[in-house]
């Protein structure tokens, strides 16, 4: 493989497996927090889900890098600037509705992306696209159904998802953004151009947000950096000092 | 002969019970294998049926239990009073030859 594709490829395999990572983490910080015992198990399978998925993101991606890292050592022994995951994905929890209309805007995308993702090119990411995809089906129906019941319910329910999406609206943009990377990723039939699933992403949310009685707000303005790690919000740094601490106080343990 | 209904005994519990916010309860089926019937595997609360579904999924399917699922809200289900069971079942207790174990079977018959 070229020098440059091989990066491209090193550089999706990490944007995939870090933002599965980075949002599976944030999900597990609801475990034993939920409003509901029914969502809080709901919601540490959806966690466990996408941490799966890292596992075999960051395998491969770990394979192609060929520094002689595992999984584990890029999720546990990187620091923040060399995170690729959207910044939609380390924002914080806030409340439950917050986390859900989260979880809704990124299960929408990978909905639609991995579906594609299962006719690459590259028959390693064909596969763990296959059996991301119907996790990711499963996830986008409950947190749309969610979404709608909760925008659709009470007054202080609604207030709450309008707030939610008001927030959350502006760090969509980061993950239909392209690069040289994913032009040459895309000529060789590896990924879709991120910026040639919009549509399809506007239809869906247009569609669920009419249903759950919530305005999208009228601008395209997106916050960036995280795909390219440029710069990521000041959440990265928390979220990794918990979820890297064991690994990083007692160094090569396992269990 | 009265029947109970479990589910519902919170909201007919009398006028001096505020009605709790709470979403109903559903009791959760779970069909194991192809061919084998849907057996009840528990209950948990949710505020319609496709949420119910949903959260017997996640509950009770985790380990690979199921290939299919029945919910049906609580209130629905008409069960026998605890005081009756004397006349109900005690009448079998002395049915002894009701047991279909008079018989000698054939080996070629094999397991019925």
């Keep these: 493989m070229a020098g440059n594709d091989k990066d491209a490829l090193l550089n999706f395999l990490l944007r995939m497996g870090d933002s599965a990572l980075i949002l599976g ?16 198990i709901a919601l540490a399978n959806t966690a466990l889900d996408l941490i ?30 060399d995170f690729r995951n959207f910044l939609l994905a380390e924002l914080p929890n806030g409340d439950f509705g917050r986390t859900m209309m989260r979880q809704f805007l990124f299960d929408a995308w990978a909905s639609i992306l991995l579906p594609r993702l299962a006719q690459s090119s590259d028959p390693r990411v064909a596969e763990i696209a296959a059996k991301a995809a119907k996790e990711a089906a499963y996830h986008l129906e409950r947190s749309a159904d969610t979404v709608v019941g909760l925008g659709d319910g009470t007054a202080e329910s609604h207030d709450r998802m309008q707030a939610a999406l ?43 947000m009419n249903e759950a009685t919530l305005e999208l707000p009228d601008t395209r303005f997106t916050h960036s950096g995280g795909r390219d790690g440029r710069m990521h919000t000041e959440h ?3 979220l990794l000092c918990s979820m890297q601490w064991l690994q990083r106080a007692y160094p090569g343990s396992t269990w | 002969m009265s029947s109970v209904n479990p589910g519902a005994l919170p909201e007919t519990d009398g006028k001096s019970t505020p009605r709790r916010n709470e979403w109903p309860l559903w009791e959760v089926f779970i069909r194991g294998q192809h061919g084998l019937n849907h057996r009840h595997v528990g209950s948990l609360h949710a505020p319609d049926a496709e949420a119910a579904i949903h959260h017997a999924r996640d509950v009770y399917t985790r380990r690979n239990e199921g290939v299919s699922i029945w ?19 005690e009448p079998s207790e002395s049915k002894v030859y009701r047991h279909p174990t008079f018989y000698d079977i054939p080996d070629d018959v094999g397991h019925m």
């Design chain 1, 25 to 40: 983490h944030r999900v597990s910080e609801w475990c034993g927090h939920s409003p509901v015992l029914e969502e809080d």
């Design chain 1, 52 to 81: 799966g998925q890292t596992q075999l993101w960051l395998e491969y991606a770990a394979e192609i890098q060929g520094e002689g890292n595992s999984a584990d050592d890029l999720a546990f022994l990187r620091d923040a600037w």
């Design chain 1, 166 to 208: 008001d927030y959350l609206y502006p760090y969509v943009g980061e993950m239909f953004l392209s690069d040289e990377g994913d032009a040459a990723l895309a000529a060789a039939g590896v990924a879709p151009d991120p910026a040639s699933l919009r549509n399809e992403y506007d239809a869906l949310l247009k569609r669920v």
């Design chain 1, 236 to 238: 990265l740094g928390h």
């Design chain 2, 71 to 89: 919910v049906a809200e609580s209130r629905h289900i008409a069960a026998t009073a605890p005081g009756d069971k004397g006349p109900l079942f």
